[in-house]
């Protein structure tokens, strides 16, 4: 069985006094027990995003890290400081790191072994523009950025990955996959994961994001290979988060 995930991207938003806010709202509160939480915050808010939700099931994650471990790179963060400032997953290769900052599935795939090296779980994102939607290359392109990943991973290392599929075209435009749309692009990833091994492709979870919010949440999740949401902009309030939390219960 695969347990959802429901993991909010603050990306560059938020607060100090957010992150208490959460803090205070998710200690308040029982999430379902079959229900995975994880909230990926700005570097700055880490420690205290660990603290704050540190009695609660929430885990916290961070948007990127570099794909060095140390050293002259100014500007840059490592996974070991990720860690030890209380992160337990990564987000690496979400559509606007590779739209706005050049990372190609190269970088993506450097950054996916850093984080692995550092023991934390990597959450790929994939998704295809409206562009290449139109141009019927949507499996083309999100199994391609899976396979630069997954062949080039070893047989230990794969299953430590979750996917997330973000179509770009419904990132923050309000316009979401309808379920079904969802739910051909999830199965098509799971049967490419079923080449490399069934079990792989059995307990991988694949995510969706892309203006998932409290109301359309439920019905995306029901899909049979949606196994959690990443949600960007309803991750900011605290009670449409928690509603979509609970909704996957
Ligand atoms: P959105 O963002 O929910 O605001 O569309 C999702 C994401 O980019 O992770």
């Known amino acids: 069985m695969r347990m959802p995930l429901i993991a909010g991207n603050w990306k560059m938003n938020g607060s100090l006094s957010l992150v208490e806010e959460f803090g205070r709202a998710f200690a308040g509160v029982s999430l379902p027990v079959n229900v995975e939480v994880a909230l990926m915050v700005p570097f700055p808010y880490l420690g205290a995003a660990a603290q704050a939700l540190?009695?609660?099931?929430?885990?916290?994650?961070a948007q990127t890290l570099s794909d060095r471990p140390a050293g002259a790179f100014t500007g840059e963060v490592s996974g070991a400081m990720l860690r030890e400032c209380g992160a337990r997953l990564v987000l690496v290769g979400h559509s606007e790191r590779r739209a706005l900052f050049g990372e190609d599935d190269a970088a993506v795939l450097a950054r996916v072994q850093a984080a692995l090296h550092e023991g934390l779980t990597p959450v790929l994102c994939v998704g295809e523009t409206l562009e290449e939607r139109e141009a019927g290359r949507t499996e083309a392109v999100v199994l391609g950025q899976l396979e630069a990943v997954v062949e080039a991973l070893d047989a230990t290392q794969r299953p430590r990955l979750i996917v997330a599929y973000e179509p770009v075209w419904a990132i923050g435009t309000g316009r979401t996959a309808t379920p079904e749309q969802?739910?051909?692009?999830?199965?098509?990833l799971r049967a490419r994961l079923a080449r490399h091994?069934?079990?792989?492709?059995?307990?991988?979870?694949?995510l969706y994001g892309g203006s998932m919010k409290a109301d359309n949440a439920a019905e995306l999740l029901a899909q049979p290979d949606i196994d959690g949401g990443l949600v960007g902009g309803a991750s900011l309030k605290v009670d449409d988060f928690l509603a979509i939390c609970q909704s996957a219960g």
Do not use: C, F, P, S
Request: aromatic share 0%; hydrophobic share 60%.
């Open 54 to 61: 540190g009695e609660t099931a929430v885990m916290v994650g």
């Open 182 to 188: 969802a739910q051909a692009v999830h199965a098509a």
């Open 197 to 206: 091994d069934e079990a792989l492709a059995a307990g991988m979870r694949l």
